[in-house]
């Protein structure tokens, strides 16, 4: 990014001062939280084959990723989904897509923040209840929306630092199981192919399984919501978008091909385990350890989810900034505080997800909200490579620069969307009429708020995207 295309220092909007490591490391932490809490949910849809699904899905979504790269590098504000599609289409596509997208990011504060309070009764035996597990969750959760409103290099130096500690702890766990003589590649033979969920439509259960993967792969793109404020050529968001994913599949692959040989994945399942923390209840129960466990939790557990909250809140912040930037939400929530941080979008998503939390205690609405995150997730991913293909022959001009156009051209982009639109499908196959009304509930409110747009507020004002030929409205 040259000097020209800094912003004053007494503007007051969001600053550019991101070093490219930290927004590779804003969309790693996202990525990377879920492989010691939701390891029985994986082993659940694949059983030993489990680093196998994920080696498959790394490669399926590297295709997405690089179509990102290739659009990301010719915008120069956070609105990721929003611009893209909006650009691509229209107005409407574009508020359709940033809010699936958001369905994701959205769900990942209140479910994340639950799933610390839950570790933190497992580990010191405390048995509480769930409205003390709640009161936990909460606790921690304004915790995160106080360290939201500092600094933006206080936030993503805290996150890196979380991410980097779960990294080389996993990966360490990895070895040492691996190592620990109980270790047998016969378990992975007799568990390959394991799955608990049935075929459906002819479908295996397994290959449904596999689809419904992508959920421990969204976050690659938060780096469009943080260009914005990076201080480095757009060109090389690449770098951090596919940095992030193949960092992150790799190390699932290694750790569950580690985890899947300590034992058959129904032992591995067994009691407890299956609802959560699997690999820690496999240490401590097949392998009588004791302190490397509550380790791994705490770090794992603690800091690696910290940094996934970290870095989808800071994600959601700013795309409900750039609505409001762009005229897709009032202009209230374009205001930022002292630090720079949006002050209106982190109030509305601690609200949000507040109220997600209390949910809980009223039936199965956040779970069921929480299982269609990859649904939502990859139908945005495939308007966006629609978008993408339509965007490139609308406005072949700007790819002449473009030094991550994708090889292979309009065929590459179809068949990234191709690869989503099938994963979507798959993980159709994988829900219950719970998540459907979950789902139902939050795009009826997206349609309230569209509504209000297209009758009262479009139609004073135009939406506004700036893009390579300068500002252009919508």
């Not at 779970?367 to 629609?386: E, H, K, Q, R, W």
């Not at 979950?438 to 009826?444: A, D, P, R, T, W």
């Amino acid at each position: 990014m040259s000097e020209t295309d800094k912003k004053p220092a007494g503007n007051k909007g969001l600053q550019r001062s991101l070093k490219l490591v930290f927004v590779y490391t804003v969309a790693t932490g996202s990525i990377f939280t879920y492989v010691s809490y939701w390891d029985s949910v994986f082993f659940g849809y694949c059983g030993s084959g489990t680093f196998l699904a994920f080696a498959l899905m790394t490669v399926a979504i590297l295709p997405t990723a690089l179509v990102y790269s290739e659009i990301s590098s010719m915008f120069k504000t956070a609105g990721g989904e929003l611009i893209y599609n909006t650009v691509g289409f229209n107005k409407h596509v574009g508020f359709l897509a940033s809010w699936l997208i958001m369905a994701a990011w959205i769900s990942v504060p209140p479910a994340v923040v639950m799933a610390v309070a839950t570790f933190i009764s497992k580990l010191f035996g405390l048995n509480l209840s769930f409205g003390t597990t709640m009161i936990i969750a909460v606790v921690f959760l304004v915790l995160v929306f106080i360290m939201s409103m500092q600094d933006i290099q206080f936030l993503v130096k805290a996150q890196a630092t979380c991410l980097f500690a779960n990294i080389i702890t996993t990966l360490i766990t990895a070895v040492l199981i691996l190592t620990c003589g109980q270790w047998s590649f016969s378990n992975i033979v007799e568990s390959f192919g394991f799955t608990d969920i049935d075929p459906s439509l002819g479908i295996p259960g397994w290959i449904i399984g596999m689809a419904l993967l992508i959920t421990p792969y969204f976050g690659f793109e938060t780096v469009p919501q943080m260009v914005e404020e990076g201080d480095f050529p757009t060109s090389n968001a690449k770098k951090a978008i596919c940095g992030s994913v193949i960092t992150c599949g790799a190390i699932y692959a290694i750790f569950f091909f580690c985890v899947a040989g300590l034992a058959p994945a129904d032992e591995l399942l067994a009691g407890d385990a299956a609802n959560g923390f699997m690999t820690i209840t496999a240490m401590q129960n097949i392998l009588g350890w004791r302190f490397w466990p509550v380790v791994y939790g705490l770090v794992s557990i603690l800091m690696g989810m910290t940094a996934s909250i970290l870095g989808f809140w800071m994600s959601t912040v700013r795309m409900l900034y750039s609505m409001g930037k762009k005229n897709f939400l009032p202009e209230a929530f374009t205001k930022v505080n002292k630090h720079q941080q949006p002050i209106l979008p982190n109030i509305f998503l601690l609200v949000i997800s507040l109220v997600f939390i209390l949910l809980q205690n009223a039936g199965t609405f956040m779970n069921d909200f929480f299982n269609l995150m990859s649904f939502g997730c990859a139908c945005a991913y495939a308007i966006t490579m629609v978008s993408a293909v339509r965007m490139r022959h609308k406005h072949p001009e700007w790819y002449k620069n473009n030094k991550n156009v994708v090889k292979g051209g309009d065929f590459f982009r179809i068949l990234a969307m191709v690869i989503m639109i099938a994963i979507a499908f798959f993980c159709t196959l994988g829900q219950g009429v719970g998540s459907w009304i979950s789902f139902g509930v939050y795009l009826g409110v997206g349609v309230l708020i569209w509504l209000w747009m297209v009758f009262v507020r479009w139609k004073k004002t135009s939406v506004v995207i700036e893009t390579p030929d300068g500002e252009q409205e919508f």
